[in-house]
């Protein structure tokens, strides 16, 4: 799908183009490419005169093949941008293409971060005087974006805080405390490398003298707000690390106890287990065996044998 982008009036206005002829006659400042089909990328090369290789969201780590400019004056970036759902957190690859003053973005899912853009420019006028502040604006839209999903991790911690450290824990509840940390951990493992990402991408568009004086002081400013940032995932891991390991803490509790409860049975058992022993035996001369009361004498002897290390064990607390 083509969104394309016009500035009127300060403000930032949207069609979706589904006929090369409709896109003719407008002058875009950014033409967003969703999932672009090939013929979409042919109207493009007919409309603007770029070229759209299909690898052109690659997965490349290198910063010279993800931040670069061509000969013709194309500006490449390749960015990760976060998607935070409550089911499968992600990150996802978008390249952008600056050429004559028209910022292209191709990417394979919509973005929140996009969606947040253009409702913002909708409504705040002059947010948007060209291309480059498209970009800027997206990657502090990005910045602001990552801080929110941080708060929500700081909000789900400190509910699985109150269950794992405020309560007794069953196992059933630590493995629940568990799923809940790791799905976290992720999020927040995503949150700094879209984090990282951004910072490389900003601070290209910095080196690369593309911006006047006022989205030079912007981009500053994004990356002093993505220096917090790191502090923030930071401590966040710290406090996931220790969750973590209370989790598993009493989960291992959880489990010497058991462990504990089948030690005192057996430590109870071997007394009775060596009284039948020795009445197992099949001596010819055993005196209880010929009187009437040796079976009732072995079964209370067993019997008290048992509540003898039972009652010593309570005593001692080692069984609490």
Not at 72 to 77: D, V
Not at 98 to 109: I, K
Not at 180 to 185: D, K, L, P, R, V
Not at 275 to 278: D, K, L, R, T, V
């Given at each position: 799908m083509?969104?394309?982008?016009t500035?009127?009036?300060?403000?930032?206005?949207q069609?979706?183009?589904?006929?090369?002829?409709?896109?003719?006659?407008?002058?875009?400042?950014?033409?967003?490419?969703?999932?672009?089909?090939?013929?979409?990328k042919?109207?493009i090369?007919?409309?603007?005169?770029l070229?759209?290789?299909d690898?052109?969201?690659g997965?490349d780590?290198e910063?010279?093949?993800?931040f670069?400019?061509?000969d013709?004056?194309?500006?490449?970036?390749r960015?990760?941008?976060l998607?935070?759902?409550?089911?499968?957190p992600?990150?996802?690859?978008?390249?952008?293409i600056?050429?004559?003053?028209?910022?292209?973005?191709?990417?394979?899912?919509d973005l929140?971060?996009?969606r947040?853009?253009?409702?913002?420019?909708?409504?705040?006028?002059?947010?948007?005087?060209?291309?480059?502040?498209?970009?800027?604006?997206?990657?502090d839209?990005?910045?602001?974006?990552?801080?929110?999903?941080?708060e929500?991790?700081?909000?789900?911690?400190?509910?699985?805080?109150?269950?794992?450290?405020?309560?007794?824990?069953?196992d059933?509840?630590?493995?629940e405390?568990?799923g809940?940390?790791?799905?976290?951990?992720d999020?927040?493992g995503?949150?700094?490398?879209?984090?990282?990402d951004?910072?490389?991408?900003?601070?290209f568009?910095?080196?690369?003298?593309?911006?006047?004086?006022?989205?030079?002081?912007?981009?500053r400013q994004?990356m002093?707000?993505?220096?917090?940032?790191?502090?923030?995932?930071?401590?966040?891991?710290d406090?996931?690390?220790f969750?973590?390991?209370?989790?598993?803490?009493?989960?291992?509790?959880n489990?010497?106890?058991?462990?504990?409860?089948?030690?005192?049975?057996?430590?109870?058992?071997?007394?009775?287990?060596l009284?039948?022993?020795?009445y197992?035996m099949?001596?010819?001369?055993m005196?209880?065996?010929?009187?009437?009361?040796?079976?009732?004498?072995?079964?209370?002897?067993?019997?008290?044998?048992?509540a003898?290390?039972?009652?010593?064990?309570?005593?001692k607390?080692?069984?609490r």
């Open positions: 083509l969104n394309v982008f500035l009127a009036s300060g403000r930032l206005y069609e979706e183009i589904d006929q090369p002829d409709t896109m003719a006659a407008l002058s875009p400042v950014w033409v967003d490419l969703e999932a672009p089909t090939r013929q979409e042919d109207w090369q007919t409309r603007f005169g070229h759209i290789p690898d052109v969201v997965e780590l910063e010279s093949a993800r670069y400019e061509e013709n004056g194309e500006l490449h970036i960015s990760d941008f998607i935070d759902d409550d089911v499968t992600r990150n996802v690859r978008v390249a952008f600056l050429y004559n003053n028209v910022l292209f973005s191709v990417h394979a899912e929140p971060v996009f947040l853009l253009r409702l913002r420019a909708r409504r705040i006028p002059a947010l948007i005087e060209d291309a480059k502040d498209v970009l800027l604006k997206l990657y839209a990005d910045a602001e974006y990552s801080a929110d999903a941080l929500g991790i700081y909000d789900n911690l400190e509910k699985v805080s109150a269950r794992v450290l405020k309560q007794e824990v069953d059933r509840a630590a493995g405390a568990l809940a940390i790791a799905h976290e951990e999020l927040n995503r949150i700094r490398r879209n984090v990282m951004t910072r490389r991408a900003v601070s568009m910095m080196r690369s003298r593309m911006l006047n004086a006022e989205q030079f002081e912007e981009a994004i002093r707000d993505i220096d917090s940032l790191d502090s923030h995932t930071a401590f966040l891991f406090k996931i690390n969750l973590m390991d209370a989790t598993v803490g009493f989960i291992n509790i489990q010497n106890k058991i462990i504990k409860i089948f030690s005192v049975a057996s430590v109870a058992l071997l007394p009775p287990t009284i039948a022993s020795i197992g099949n001596f010819a001369h005196p209880e065996l010929s009187q009437r009361w040796g079976y009732p004498f072995a079964l209370g002897l067993m019997v008290a044998s048992v003898a290390p039972l009652i010593y064990f309570r005593r607390g080692w069984m």
